[in-house]
């Protein structure tokens, strides 16, 4: 069963498209939630995040993994990989 990821972006961020170009390139799907302007979407992405606000907000399974630096990061250890399989 491929994993659930999930994405919370805003369309002229630099970080959400670094994030959903790695994503993409490890041929993945992923739901985006697009925030701009959503208060309520923001809200109930920080709820989610343990209270970041910052985007984006990336999820694996419910499993929240942080922000674009933090993607990359997991990659860089070999952890994401096993994330996405």
Known sequence: MPPK???YTWQACP???RAKALLS???VEFTEYRIDGDNAG????AKRASGRRSVP???????HIGGCDDLYALDRQGQLDPLLR
């Open 42 to 45: 923001r809200a109930a992405m």
């Open 5 to 7: 990821i999930e994405i």
């Open 57 to 63: 907000q990336i999820f694996i399974n419910d499993q």
């Open 15 to 17: 970080f959400c498209l």
């Open 25 to 27: 390139k490890k041929k």
